[in-house]
């Protein structure tokens, strides 16, 4: 099953455990259930601390298997195949099962094993999909942690019956108890949260106690992690707030145009990013939103922000680093039927549209790719772009129409998405040209019309343009004195990691020299 090198990487890893590991798995006859009888044989036979055994008569999944200590009947299970952007999920459940420390915060650690209740998770997930692992290893870990947590993490691809009654359009989709959960990433401190009633309470409360910070940076995506980088290396006290460190590159799958790294993942580069950060004194807050920025009322004062949890932190000079987010068509329908055929990752929920007829709209780069991609897995593609022409690199294009299942159609504007009331059936275009509405029969609609700056807590304070960018001038100084900005959110060209990296890394040198400059207030 595994081949030689990569038996030779995880016997290495398998090293690390500290305690024995008991896989034991409910199988039956079909092929599927073999090639993981083949899996969990070669793990076995890596190291002298775990072993394999088979319990078929269970009334729980098949296949799939359990990853536990002997004597035990808890942990975090695999349904189907644990390989593509999921053998990583294996390699961890594994050790961390085996006693390896996670390196999620001690006090995150601390408030899973003290969550009161029976949590059974469930989460599907397709072999493609680069956003599941983190939700997969998140819940992995509680299972592991607290044994009234359980965590079956499904292989949709090979459960489709499932995936056809509860109406699964998009991964990974998550279920507490049966019921809906969550849908797309989630960090293990928003999961956390999300079931923890009183997280957010004490969040905001120990929040609340922090001293005011010489620069605070609000985003942890690359020019936020550049721009904490920079300041710590300045040995200011200082402070990155994000949603989800990594930001939009998390949504990213492959990365062939950050210089001296010829290629690489979106969530590999997260991890770099976040590896490089803690190397650092900075003191980074996670799964926390910013909801409303008040400036200092004089030269030298300090800079406030307020948590969508109610905290407040103080800091005297601020680097807004916020990113943005996928632009909605804002039709009839749409959010309606999000999750429900309507999505934004051609590459996590694309599998889940095999042998259907699917849209996506948009003509430029991140469009045509998404064509291209989906043509090898749905039936049938259609590109509707609202310009009368492509955006797209000649190259991309020339890709797409040499595809015989791909159709596109210019001067098309979405009007509706079109549905039974559960999942998408179709949309309504009108052709620019000619005036004339169109309907298309569809299952999935892919949007990739680009992106909008995430600045809407900054409404009344800093400057901005009408499409919400933050204006700042060729040192990241917006408007407000103290106040700088980098990345995506701002009126900087040409929106590329390594250009909000580069910002970043500007934005934290101007605060800086701001901070020599001037005195606090009294």
């Known amino acids: 099953m595994l081949d030689n090198n990569l038996k030779t990487q995880l016997k290495a890893y398998l090293e690390k455990l500290s305690k024995p590991v008991e896989l034991i798995a409910t199988?039956?006859?079909?092929?599927?259930?073999?090639?993981?009888?083949?899996?969990?044989?070669?793990?076995?036979?890596?190291?002298?601390?775990?072993?394999?055994?088979?319990e078929n008569d269970k009334p729980v999944r098949k296949p799939s298997f359990l990853i536990t200590n002997p004597g035990k009947e808890t942990g975090p299970r695999f349904a189907g195949s644990p390989m593509g952007h999921e053998f990583t999920s294996l390699v961890l459940a594994l050790l961390q099962t085996g006693g390896h420390p996670s390196k999620e915060a001690q006090e995150l650690l601390d408030q899973v094993a003290a969550l009161e209740g029976d949590f059974?998770?469930?989460?599907?997930?397709?072999?493609?999909?680069?956003?599941?692992?983190?939700?997969?290893?998140?819940?992995?870990?509680?299972?592991?942690?607290?044994?009234?947590?359980?965590?079956?993490?499904?292989?949709?691809?090979?459960?489709?019956?499932?995936?056809?009654?509860?109406?699964?359009?998009?991964?990974?989709?998550?279920?507490?108890?049966?019921?809906?959960?969550g849908q797309g990433r989630l960090s293990l401190a928003e999961i956390v949260s999300k079931v923890d009633t009183n997280a957010d309470k004490r969040a905001a409360e120990a929040l609340n106690q922090r001293e005011a910070y010489e620069v605070l940076i609000v985003g942890s995506g690359p020019a936020g992690a550049a721009a904490a980088i920079y300041s710590a290396r300045k040995g200011i006290r200082t402070g990155l707030m994000g949603e989800r460190f990594g930001g939009q590159v998390l949504d990213t799958v492959d990365i062939e145009n950050y210089i001296s790294v010829q290629k690489t993942e979106g969530a590999k580069l997260a991890g770099a990013l976040r590896a490089h950060v803690d190397d650092y004194e900075v003191d980074v807050i996670d799964a926390q939103s910013a909801i409303k920025l008040i400036p200092a009322a004089a030269e030298g004062g300090l800079h406030?922000?307020?948590?969508?949890?109610?905290?407040?932190?103080?800091?005297?000079?601020?680097?807004?680093a916020t990113g943005a987010r996928w632009r909605n068509m804002n039709v009839p329908g749409?959010?309606?039927?999000?999750?429900?055929?309507?999505?934004?990752?051609?590459?996590?929920?694309?599998?889940?549209?095999?042998?259907?007829?699917?849209?996506?709209?948009?003509?430029?780069?991140?469009?045509?790719?998404?064509?291209?991609?989906?043509?090898?897995?749905?039936?049938?593609?259609?590109?509707?772009?609202?310009?009368?022409?492509?955006?797209?690199?000649?190259?991309?294009?020339?890709?797409?129409?040499?595809?015989?299942?791909?159709?596109?159609?210019?001067?098309?504007?979405?009007?509706?998405?079109?549905?039974?009331?559960?999942?998408?059936?179709?949309?309504?275009?009108?052709?620019?040209?000619?005036?004339?509405?169109?309907?298309?029969?569809?299952?999935?609609?892919?949007?990739?019309?680009?992106?909008?700056?995430?600045?809407?807590?900054?409404?009344?304070?800093?400057?901005?343009?009408?499409?919400?960018?933050?204006?700042?001038d060729a040192r990241c100084e917006t408007s407000v004195k103290g106040v700088f900005a980098a990345g995506d959110c701002t009126t900087v060209p040409y929106k590329q990691i390594i250009i909000a990296s580069g910002e970043g890394a500007k934005a934290s040198l101007s605060a800086f020299d701001h901070l020599i400059r001037t005195k606090p207030a009294q």
């Open 304 to 320: 406030a922000v307020e948590t969508a949890t109610g905290a407040v932190l103080k800091t005297r000079s601020l680097i807004i």
């Open 27 to 54: 199988l039956d006859d079909g092929a599927k259930s073999a090639e993981i009888r083949d899996l969990l044989v070669d793990i076995a036979g890596l190291s002298d601390k775990v072993s394999f055994r088979e």
């Open 120 to 181: 059974h998770f469930e989460t599907y997930y397709s072999l493609s999909c680069h956003n599941c692992p983190d939700v997969v290893q998140a819940l992995n870990l509680m299972a592991v942690i607290n044994p009234r947590i359980s965590h079956t993490a499904i292989d949709g691809g090979v459960f489709q019956n499932e995936i056809q009654e509860r109406n699964i359009m998009g991964v990974p989709a998550v279920f507490l108890n049966g019921k809906e959960f």
């Open 334 to 472: 749409e959010n309606e039927y999000r999750t429900k055929g309507v999505t934004y990752c051609p590459h996590c929920d694309g599998p889940l549209f095999k042998g259907k007829r699917v849209a996506v709209i948009g003509g430029g780069n991140s469009g045509v790719e998404a064509a291209i991609d989906l043509a090898g897995i749905v039936e049938h593609v259609t590109l509707l772009e609202f310009a009368g022409e492509m955006r797209a690199d000649q190259v991309l294009q020339n890709k797409l129409r040499s595809l015989h299942n791909v159709d596109v159609i210019l001067n098309a504007q979405t009007t509706e998405v079109k549905g039974d009331g559960s999942k998408v059936t179709g949309l309504q275009y009108v052709d620019r040209v000619t005036q004339q509405s169109h309907q298309l029969p569809l299952a999935g609609i892919f949007v990739q019309i680009g992106l909008l700056p995430n600045t809407n807590w900054l409404e009344g304070t800093v400057e901005r343009t009408k499409m919400g960018e933050i204006i700042i």
